[in-house]
């Protein structure tokens, strides 16, 4: 049945600006997941992401000291902005010590068995009776760095990406593109794509077609960039024509991080924050949790926990040292008792030793008593 006639209709039509409203003041959650190796400007870039200082550099000696572990740790930072009356609860995920040694192998497990992990919490917490206060890291992107050598990427780089392609809105980076030329870059770029291609690394992609033709023309122009060459910098320097802006200075020039003859920073930048950030995470809660939850669901019980497929290295050392540690106390403690044990059996050896040379006095004092007594009686006899 048709509504009647009304001059402003029935008020259908208000719905996208109460969902504004609501949008506005619940403000949005984003997770973003750095990964790379070490000193590829991961903690630089963030910064120069957002402006601010969300990431405090690494010290190198501290980072050195870190090998030792010969693990890969999930570092998480979070951070509140606010742009417009408008809040933003960010996180971020870093992943310190991948790829820092000598032997790599399993290194990316750690970084998938996390992705996996907060997939898993947030369905255990889907199941509760009272939703309320649900804490969700599940990661809505992640710029994978790649250093800015070799011809195309290494056999790790190809690996973790295979790994975290299925699990995540994968973003491949090309890490200090002020360090390759422009023409070094270009066929840097095209040979990470063919290595993609050929190894069907699944790599995120944003919807290009919409119905502002502008919109779709930016849209192809940004994917037209893959994978994002970037400059990180948070310090101003001066151009030739005198213009502050973020960059790096140089003896030939300067490498502007904002200026896409440079690199594809603003690229990028529009596509994590400026037009594609809700549509990263709807691709992660309508895609990528739906198909671990399904995958779940498939093969466990409801209810049932997660079996665990990895163990870390460091908490596996940790629990060898602390066995160890259990056995030689038990042995130290079995000793002890062994001796507290001789002990006891040599005083009680003592003890019936004493005893028996006490019954043997009584006994003889019994006899000699008896010999007094017999002696008497014969003597009373005579009388």
């Not at 804490?135 to 790649?146: G, T």
């Not at 497929?309 to 940790?318: D, G, R, T």
């Amino acid at each position: 049945m048709a509504p009647s006639a009304m001059p402003d209709g029935v008020g259908v039509a208000h719905l996208p600006n109460q969902r504004h409203k609501i949008v506005s003041k619940r403000g949005a959650n984003f997770t973003l997941m750095v990964c790379g190796e070490s000193g590829t400007g991961k903690s630089t870039f963030v910064n120069t992401l957002f402006t601010t200082t969300i990431k405090n550099p690494k010290e190198l000696a501290k980072r050195h000291a870190k090998q030792v572990d010969k693990t890969v740790e999930i570092e998480i930072t979070k951070a509140e902005l606010e742009e417009k009356n408008f809040k933003v609860k960010l996180t971020i995920i870093d992943t310190p010590g991948f790829g820092d040694y000598v032997n790599n192998r399993d290194s990316w497990m750690p970084i998938v068995e996390f992705l996996d992990d907060q997939h898993e919490s947030f369905m255990a917490q889907e199941q509760q009776p009272t939703r309320a206060g649900m804490i969700d890291l599940r990661v809505h992107a992640c710029l994978y760095f790649i250093r800015p050598n070799g011809h195309t990427l290494k056999p790790l780089d190809i690996e973790i990406m295979k790994h975290l392609g299925s699990r995540v809105n994968l973003i491949p980076v090309i890490a200090k593109a002020d360090t390759l030329t422009p023409n070094d870059l270009a066929k840097f770029k095209r040979n990470i794509l063919e290595v993609i291609d050929a190894q069907s690394i699944r790599v995120y992609s944003c919807p290009i077609e919409s119905e502002d033709e502008a919109t779709t023309n930016k849209n192809q122009d940004i994917m037209s960039a893959l994978p994002f060459s970037v400059i990180g910098s948070t310090e101003d320097v001066t151009t030739a024509d005198n213009r502050q802006v973020k960059g790096r200075q140089y003896s030939w020039g300067c490498a502007e991080v904002e200026n896409e003859n440079h690199c594809d920073f603003k690229k990028l930048r529009t596509l994590l924050i400026r037009s594609h950030m809700h549509d990263l995470i709807s691709t992660t809660e309508d895609i990528h949790y739906e198909n671990y939850r399904q995958m779940q669901m498939e093969t466990r019980k409801f209810g049932e926990a997660k079996a665990k497929k990895y163990e870390n290295p460091k908490f596996k050392e940790q629990e060898e040292k602390l066995r160890l540690a259990f056995t030689e106390q038990v042995k130290t403690e079995e000793n002890r008792f062994r001796q507290w044990e001789a002990q006891l059996v040599s005083e009680r050896d003592r003890l019936n030793k004493d005893l028996e040379e006490q019954h043997a006095k009584i006994k003889a004092m019994e006899t000699e008593l008896e010999n007094v007594y017999q002696m008497q009686g014969r003597s009373n006899m005579r009388r």
